[in-house]
Antibody, heavy 118, light 110 residues
Framework: QVQLVQSGAEVKKPGASVKVSCKAS????????MHWVRQAPGQGLEWMGI????????NYAQKLQGRVTMTREKSTSTVYMELSSLRSEDTAVYFC???????????WGQGTLVTVSS | QSALTQPASVSGSPGQSITISCTGT?????????VSWYHQHPGKAPKLLIY???SRPSGVSNRFSGSKSGNTASLTISGLQAEDEADYHC??????????FGTGTKVTVL
């Protein structure tokens, strides 16, 4: 059974960068897509982007283009999401979610709270 | 890419059926059969209920069903139970090869 374990909460100052990790257990790391989704306090879900862990290819939400980078490390079955030039509006819980088929997010990480505050 | 439109809240009594709508455009909901539905209890991660418009993952109750007509997808919960009280989110693949979520709906069991 696949499990996704994310890194711990972060507090960052405006303008800084944050890198969140998501480690997958199970043997399907390179056969599943991985999405990143965030949720600002009291708000809905916002899709951030997707990475194919097998090839490393990515596709990002237009709104975040230029600020977000998703990478993977096959040896540790870990994907990373780095967001730069942080502003207060980036304060949110960030989730990774695996998708054995691109549109089917069937297993989610526990979420990582990122707080951006001066 | 604008968020898909969902009603802010829907309520029903135990045992009743409710339907949540998810309206997009021909570039997302109307153009692809890749609509998914998730529910999310407070402080928890979302959980997949429906994928590919109307398919249910194993382990999800058959009280949850999905459908689509034109640019609007719908999730129906039949036999409403107290545990169904949660936030519900729809999602769709888009013509830009990206994904978009809905605005979210809070379901209240009266």
């Amino acid at each position: 059974q696949v499990q996704l374990v994310q890194s711990g909460a972060e507090v960052k100052k405006p303008g800084a960068s944050v890198k969140v990790s998501c480690k997958a257990s199970g043997n399907t790391f390179t056969s599943d897509y991985m999405h990143w989704v965030r949720q600002a306090p009291g708000q809905g879900l916002e899709w951030m982007g997707i990475i194919n862990p097998s090839t490393g290819s990515t596709n990002y939400a237009q709104k975040l283009q230029g600020r977000v980078t998703m990478t993977r490390e096959k040896s540790t079955s870990t994907v990373y999401m780095e967001l730069s030039s942080l502003r207060s509006e980036d304060t949110a819980v960030y989730f990774c979610a695996r998708a054995p088929f691109k549109a089917r997010l069937d297993c989610w990480g526990q979420g990582t709270l990122v707080t951006v505050s001066s | 890419q604008s968020a898909l439109t969902q009603p802010a809240s829907v309520s029903g009594s135990p045992g009743q059926s409710i339907t949540i709508s998810c309206t997009g455009t021909s570039n997302d909901v109307g153009g692809y059969d890749y609509v998914s539905w998730y529910h999310q209890h407070p402080g928890k991660a979302p959980k997949l209920l429906i994928y590919d418009v109307s398919s249910r993952p194993s382990g999800v109750s058959n009280r949850f069903s999905g459908s689509k007509s034109g640019n609007t997808a719908s999730l129906t919960i039949s036999g409403l139970q107290a545990e169904d009280e949660a936030d519900y989110h729809c999602s769709s693949y888009t013509s830009s090869s990206t994904f978009v979520f809905g605005t979210g709906t809070k379901v209240t069991v009266l």
